[in-house]
């Protein structure tokens, strides 16, 4: 059977139904997906393509078929929508829109994801999940690498390839992912939209703490977890979750179907519910904005009409939020693409330039949105912060320091502005204003892992190791579920020789979050110290795929030198370029 490079290559630049294909973006056992341009039409589109060896077998032509035909028939803002199916030249296809932005996949590699945006991802897919079920439909297949987050900060779920009508059943563990699959779906039994619902719950947990409620590694024993097993409270990882939100999340990873949500739309309240609680909360965290008494009735359209434009930017801000957290994985995933087309060496020259450009053309494009929500709120702290990530991003020190010291001036009792702010500072070693500011934030909020962690940064440059160390460690005391606390206090070991002492306190960290870039990090340069050069390639590819994206750190780490002319090390270099 060709694989799937062999299908890239063939059809890279060629012509299928109607479109000129430019490049891969995304494939799996069954075929590819590709980035194309509709001739007639002019406009870019996404083809999926079956693998060819595939079409002989009937089950899997139909399953692609229904796929088309299932997808075609949900018109909803965050389904992705088709604009045709074919058979042409030996390959089946389906045509669709094209949306610019990584999986949800991508974006939980890094950490947990802020409650409120994942509230808001929440809703786009309770709210999708209604209309596919409305229209008789179960997905059967809702997990965050079916999930793309676009540019303007929306979420698309995609891949209707094992989609069904309500009340089919399929042979037990079959036709999902068995890390996201309902326990009736493991099983086998037939299938209604309460069985997505624990499927979006998996995806809401996993947003909130940055692991999945069961961590089985095989499938036998996942399938067994979810019918079984009992997962971790979501407020014993996350105290701080908002309990409302905690609540609705496992209720929708009940194992009786009967006292989860029973419907969609009943969950899209919740969600809806859930972030206007969070936003108030930011608020208050922030500036109170004045309002007008009830006396002055004369002016009471305005102030509803004011509240309306405060929801408003605030759903701006949110936008501009999801879009900067899916940025840095948009830039990573368009370099892959670039490399994969390429040679390896007209590939490291390339790489660079590809990455800088793509994200000057998003931070651009972030900076108009959020510009206008600060214009007509500009003392609102929290734009300040978004809009100090983007210069942040686009290497404009100077503004984004202004920002994020307004921020702090317009919320001096703000841990998130008092961290933001005394972290960025650290970068550009004004070490003594960070010092205090991080000092502060953390009489504010003692369980800030962020604050601690910088302070214990800036202690560690000053050679203060036992300083930084008792910050790493009142870390993982104070919020024990928090792997940022464990990695920091195992690199302060390594950094110290003590490689086996820093052991157990990788293997918690990995076991709270098997896909955080850093853990894998160190763990490759432990096993680099002990010559385990097999498991030392393996943790820094997957460190690579979750996120890892300084080449300093293979180049400049001495455990790794025995490595420089191992191919598949310099393959991992190539994808940062030179």
């Not at 008789?136 to 009508?165: M, W």
């Not at 037990?172 to 326990?183: D, I, N």
Request: charge should be neutral; charged fraction near 30%.
């Amino acid at each position: 059977m060709a694989s799937n490079t062999s299908l890239r290559e063939n059809l890279t630049g060629a012509e299928l139904g109607g479109c000129r294909i430019e490049a891969a973006v995304g494939g799996g056992s069954m075929g590819f997906v590709f980035k194309a341009r509709h001739i007639a039409l002019d406009k870019i589109v996404a083809i999926k393509v079956l693998t060819p060896e595939l079409r002989n077998y009937k089950a899997l032509r139909e399953r692609f078929r229904t796929e088309a035909r299932i997808a075609s028939a949900i018109e909803h803002p965050n389904v992705v929508p088709i604009f045709g199916v074919g058979d042409e030249n030996g390959y089946s296809y389906i045509i669709m829109r094209f949306f610019d932005g990584p999986s949800l996949y991508r974006l939980l590699s890094r950490q947990g994801i802020e409650p409120l945006l994942a509230a808001k991802i929440g809703e786009n897919l309770a709210s999708a999940l209604a209309a596919i079920h409305r229209a008789g439909y179960v997905h059967r297949d809702v997990k965050p690498e079916n999930v793309i987050i676009t540019e303007k900060g929306q979420a698309i779920l995609t891949d209707f390839g094992v989609a069904s009508e309500i009340g089919v059943a399929e042979q037990a563990g079959r036709g999902g992912s068995p890390a996201y699959m309902s326990p009736e779906q493991c099983r086998g039994e037939p299938l209604d939209g309460r069985s997505d619902l624990y499927s979006l719950g998996v995806t809401l947990y996993q947003m909130l703490t940055g692991r999945r409620p069961f961590l089985g590694e095989t499938r036998p024993s996942l399938l067994l977890m979810h019918q079984q097993d009992d997962f971790p409270p979501i407020l014993s990882l996350r105290p701080d979750t908002l309990p409302l939100f905690a609540q609705a999340v496992e209720r929708l990873l009940e194992k009786v179907t009967a006292r989860r949500f029973q419907r969609a739309e009943d969950l899209v309240d919740v969600l809806r519910a859930v972030q206007e609680e969070l936003r108030a909360v930011r608020r208050r965290s922030g500036v109170t904005v004045q309002r007008k008494t009830p006396a002055e009735s004369a002016m009471m359209p305005a102030i509803v009409e004011r509240d309306t434009e405060d929801v408003q930017l605030d759903e701006v801000a949110e936008d501009v939020e999801l879009s900067l957290l899916s940025l840095d994985a948009e830039v990573e995933e368009a370099t892959a693409v670039q490399s994969s087309a390429r040679g390896a060496m007209e590939s490291q020259r390339t790489a660079k330039f590809t990455r800088e450009a793509i994200l000057q053309s998003r931070c651009e494009a972030a900076l108009a949105r959020i510009n206008r929500a600060v214009e007509l709120r500009a003392d609102d702290p929290n734009l300040r912060i978004t809009r100090g990530n983007i210069f942040r991003r686009m290497r404009d020190n100077e503004k984004a320091e202004a920002d994020y010291r307004r921020a702090a001036e317009l919320a001096p009792d703000n841990p998130r502005a008092l961290t933001t702010l005394g972290s960025f500072l650290v970068t550009i070693a004004k070490v003594k204003e960070a010092e205090e500011l991080l000092r502060r934030s953390l009489t504010l909020d003692m369980n800030n892992v962020e604050a601690r962690i910088a302070l214990g940064k800036i202690y560690e440059k000053a050679s203060a190791t036992g300083l930084a160390r008792k910050q790493y460690e009142k870390c993982v005391e104070a919020v024990p579920a928090d792997e940022r606390g464990h990695v920091a206090l195992a690199a302060l070991l390594i950094g110290q020789g003590q490689y086996d002492a820093a052991k157990p306190f990788l293997a918690s960290a990995r076991e709270l979050n098997p896909t955080f870039a850093p853990t894998l990090f160190w763990l490759a340069i432990v096993s680099a110290n002990e010559k385990d050069w097999k498991s030392t390639i393996e943790f820094l590819e997957a460190a690579v795929k979750a996120g890892l994206k300084d080449r300093a750190r293979l180049t400049g780490s001495k455990e790794f030198e025995p490595l420089k002319d191992h191919p598949r090390f310099n393959a991992l270099l190539g994808i940062f370029g030179s």
